[in-house]
């Protein structure tokens, strides 16, 4: 399962996801939910329901299906928060109800077993966790002081959808591809112009654009310059792969890196391209293959965070390669997976992903740890992220609320 497939999946439930994903699946959920017994009391052993809600939930007067309705629609989304969710369904495992639950959400017996997984369970475990995505999406509000720290920016039309590796600061102006268009901020206006490639990403090097584009018929990715895109540069190795590589702009270099294909596989591919030259340079691989990661530069060192690892699962591994020492290091997982990097005030900065879709964190290398920042005002995963006018930090598209495109200055 491609992580394009999934977007298209996510972008589905994005739309409404509680009418598509928790309506149709909450009355026979009702039914197998048994909160008149052990599931009750394991939830609130694990702080997802609290003393009250347990006592409210257990009045005789109150029935079976108004209890689970209770508990589906309002209690859970409205107590949990990211890993709360992972252990929702580990108490449903734990119950008596096990084999209902599992059925109703079309889940595979253990998703430790997903490597040998069949392709049709792990579109289920998409499914499900779609599931526990609209529950929260449902529930979730945009923090009233939010609007002090993260301002709008004008919208440029058509309305953006997923804008990972689509948006780089070129000669000083924030720049968005979306498809065959290129929108151009302006001082406070968008400026569109129309290019006879589709963009997969965009790069800055040496302050000149530089876009990855890939030739669906001869199965083969190219680097062009963005003003001159219809002239080959090079042809990216084929151990990329073809869907969803990762690329950025540092100094005269270009790198790329991982890649998948149409199935299970990802890549550890690492390579650089030398924009002087047009030549091509192999690099130590990553640590573990990944498809739509996320790249942040910063003097000699690369970083890589997100994206979707061999078990067609998304990842918060965070690491950094020693361009000049050559080794990959292992460094603190972000909270979020899926998140999209960039870099403010010479710090990573890692926003979006999944489960806190409006999460921002700032990493701090003295402590290899990370620190909240004010969230953002929209929830985004598939979103693009990069630094403009030397501190703001500009977000835009993604899957939910894509056309809002705002910044965040220190």
């Known amino acids: 399962m491609a992580f394009c497939r999934s977007l298209r999946r996510s972008e ?65 989304p409205r107590k949990g928060r990211g890993e709360a969710f992972d252990s929702f369904v580990n108490a449903l495992r734990e119950t008596e109800g096990q084999k209902n639950i599992v059925e109703i959400l079309e889940l ?33 509000k945009f923090s009233d002081h939010v ?57 800055k ?18 680097i062009s310059e963005l003003e001159n895109s219809t002239q080959v540069l090079a042809t990216v190795p084929e151990d990329h792969l073809l869907v969803d590589v990762s690329t950025i702009g540092h100094k005269d270099k270009i790198f790329v890196v991982g890649g998948g294909d149409a199935g299970s596989n990802v890549s550890q591919a690492v390579s650089c391209l030398d924009s002087r030259t047009n030549e091509w340079t192999k690099l130590k691989s990553t640590p573990c293959g990944r498809s739509v990661c996320s790249l942040a530069t910063i003097d000699s060192k690369l970083f890589i965070g997100g994206g979707i690892d061999s078990f067609l699962t998304g ?60 969230p953002m005002k929209a929830h985004r995963f598939g979103h693009g992220a990069c630094t403009a006018e030397g501190n703001k930090l500009y977000v835009a598209g993604g899957t939910i609320f894509s056309n809002l495109v705002e910044y965040f200055e220190l």
């Open 315 to 374: 990842t918060n591994a965070f690491e950094c390669f020693d361009l000049e020492a050559e080794k990959w290091i292992n460094l603190c997982p972000t909270a979020n997976k899926l998140c999209e990097l960039s870099i403010l005030n010479g710090k990573v900065v890692a926003t979006g992903g999944s489960p806190k879709f409006d999460a921002v964190e700032i990493y701090d290398n003295a402590t290899d740890s990370w620190l909240p920042l004010p």
């Open 12 to 76: 589905i439930a994005a739309t409404n996801p509680w009418d598509q994903f928790v309506v149709p699946r909450l009355d026979t959920l009702v039914g197998a939910v048994d909160v008149e017994g052990e599931l009750l009391d394991r939830l609130t052993a694990r702080g997802l329901i609290t003393r009250d809600d347990w006592e409210r939930l257990r009045l005789p007067s109150v029935t079976k299906r108004d209890k689970a309705r209770a508990l589906l629609m309002d209690i859970l």
């Open 205 to 222: 090097c040496q302050n000149k654009g530089y876009i990855l584009t890939g030739d669906s018929i001869s199965r083969t990715q190219y």
């Open 108 to 140: 595979p017996p253990e998703k430790d077993d997903c490597r040998r997984c069949t392709e049709e369970m792990r579109e289920k475990w998409l499914g499900a966790e779609m599931v526990l995505l609209a529950m929260r999406i449902k529930h979730e």
């Open 147 to 203: 609007e002090q720290y993260w301002k709008t920016a004008n919208l440029p039309s058509p309305p953006l959808r997923h804008c990972f590796g689509k948006i780089a600061e070129i000669n000083g102006a924030l720049t968005i591809a979306q498809g065959n268009n290129v929108f151009r901020l302006e001082g406070d206006k968008w400026k569109q112009s129309h290019i006879s490639v589709n963009v997969r990403h965009i790069m």
